[in-house]
């Protein structure tokens, strides 16, 4: 038997592609860095958890049913947007969270030779789904923290088939207005998809914010992603979806696989749509997350980005990646930006006031033991 030939099996796509590393579970992560508590302000999540009808379906899920193949198309869950949305209920197609999705439709558009464009700074399984699947992912300069919608237009060729806009931008919360989106919208030519990436939709205050859902019927090569990860506390069940006319989504369809979103999150995400309270709530607990967080960044004399979303970025006067490990032997985990190309930048999720206060405490420690 001859040896395994790997580099004449992979494509060069794959060869330069490196796998992203997710971290370690906590216990494993506490003896690595000696800490007797770790708070987790990494991923966004929402620590008030999911919205009470949610957590009854969990907590009342009848264990049988683990044997049961779901519904392939989560049929119920789609009825409840369209009426909330007033779509066809066709015009959803829900994956396995909202990265499942982004797959979808760069498998559905893009053929060899095709690129996408997206922002250097924004959510980055954009551009490495296009790249592990060999295509180019074309990054704009943000400008000011936002994405550069001049910029962008002059990245776009013939063979741009999709543009990624993350609204609001994480990790730096910026957002798109109703009339700045409205305008790059008019200037993109219809031959291409533009996704419209709000996972944190829920969180913004802004009265400006667009509300890309009805925007759909007047672009009808808009895209809309949602997820149940944030505001919806269900990020471990992993449930999201995607919105667009008609006949993209039927499009889009076609390159999905049927039973990769379990029975447990279509009925919880299906309870927890539509339960005001709980975004109201959540919206107040970031509100109050962020101005305690300012103040005491302010007071530290650091510079942040606090907008939109339920985190905020901040600027260190030490390397991202260091600071990180120094934080974390304080029980303190972060977002590092090198990965978003921001270095010496972190991003911080607003949490309880017990973590967000533990977080200045060891970033003031970690700061002034740096100097
Ligand atoms: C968290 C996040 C997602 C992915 O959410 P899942 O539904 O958990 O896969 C997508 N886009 C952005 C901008 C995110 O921050």
Redesign the pocket.
């Known amino acids: 038997m001859s040896c395994l030939q790997l580099e004449r099996l992979l494509p060069e796509y794959i060869k330069r592609f490196e796998a992203y590393i997710p971290s370690k579970p906590d216990p494993e992560l506490m003896r690595l860095y000696g800490c007797s508590r770790l708070y987790r302000l990494n991923?966004?999540e929402n620590p008030l958890g999911p919205p009470d009808a949610a957590l009854e379906v969990i907590r009342n899920f009848f264990p049988p049913k683990a044997a049961i193949y779901p519904s392939g198309d989560a049929y119920y869950l789609r009825q409840k947007l369209a009426e909330k949305f007033s779509k066809h209920p066709d015009q959803f197609l829900v994956?396995?969270?909202?990265?499942?999705?982004?797959g979808f439709v760069i498998k559905a558009f893009c053929e060899s030779g095709d690129n996408i464009v997206t922002a250097d700074k924004?959510?980055a399984?954009y551009e490495w789904v296009a790249e592990f699947s060999g295509f180019e992912a074309r990054l704009v300069p943000l400008k000011d923290y936002e994405f550069d919608d001049r910029g962008m237009l002059d990245c776009i060729d013939d063979r741009t088939k999709i543009v990624f806009l993350?609204n609001p931008?994480?990790p730096t919360g910026t957002y798109w207005n109703r009339e700045r989106l409205e305008r790059f919208l008019d200037a993109i030519d219809s031959r291409r998809i533009v996704v419209i990436?709000e996972?944190?939709c829920e969180f913004v205050e802004a009265d400006d914010y667009p509300d890309c859902m009805s925007l759909i019927d007047r672009y009808p090569n808009l895209v809309v992603?949602?997820?149940?990860?944030?505001m919806y506390g269900l990020?471990g069940l992993?449930?999201?979806y995607l919105a667009g006319e008609l006949s993209v989504v039927d499009a889009i369809r076609r390159t999905c696989v049927v039973y990769s979103v379990n029975t447990l999150a279509q009925e919880a995400a299906l309870a927890a749509v539509g339960d005001e309270g709980h975004l109201v709530r959540s919206r107040q607990f970031v509100r109050q997350g962020k101005d305690f967080l300012r103040r005491e960044l302010t007071r530290l004399g650091l510079t942040f980005v606090a907008r939109e979303g339920n985190y905020v970025m901040i600027e260190l006067p030490m390397s991202d990646t260091l600071a990180y490990r120094k934080l974390m032997t304080q029980g303190v985990m972060v977002r590092s930006m090198t990965g978003f190309r921001f270095p010496n930048h972190i991003r911080v999720t607003i949490s309880f006031m017990e973590a967000m206060e533990a977080f200045i405490e060891a970033l003031e420690t970690i700061l002034r033991r740096s100097v």
Not at 95 to 102: F, H, K, L
């Open positions: 991923n966004n994956g396995n969270g909202a990265n499942e999705v982004i924004t959510f399984v993350c931008n994480n990436d996972a944190y992603f949602r997820t149940f990860s944030k990020a992993r449930i999201g």
